[in-house]
């Protein structure tokens, strides 16, 4: 069976991005920190990989100060939602494929 390479999306290769996306899909919004320890990344590795997925349109962030605190809080876009699920179908039924 060939895999329709099309529908894999490069931008979710990563196991950050994979992570980050998927929190994004069952929680309206989250901070920074909690995204960071939920994931257990570091602060340049979180930053590094929310840039790209924000610069490919897939998420949003809203920077902000609580106190004198900066806080950065993430949500997905109608976009990053829809090319996330087109990935994870794609890979779904790859690995449908493989088992019969």
Known sequence: MKLNLEDINKAFESKARLGIMSVLLVNESIDFVSLKNLLELTDGNLASHTRNLEELGYIRSYKQF???????????????????????????????????
């Open 66 to 100: 609580i106190g004198r605190k900066p806080n950065t809080t993430f949500s997905v876009t109608p976009e990053g939602k829809e090319a996330f699920k087109k990935h994870l179908n794609a890979l779904e039924n790859f690995l449908k494929n493989q088992l019969e």
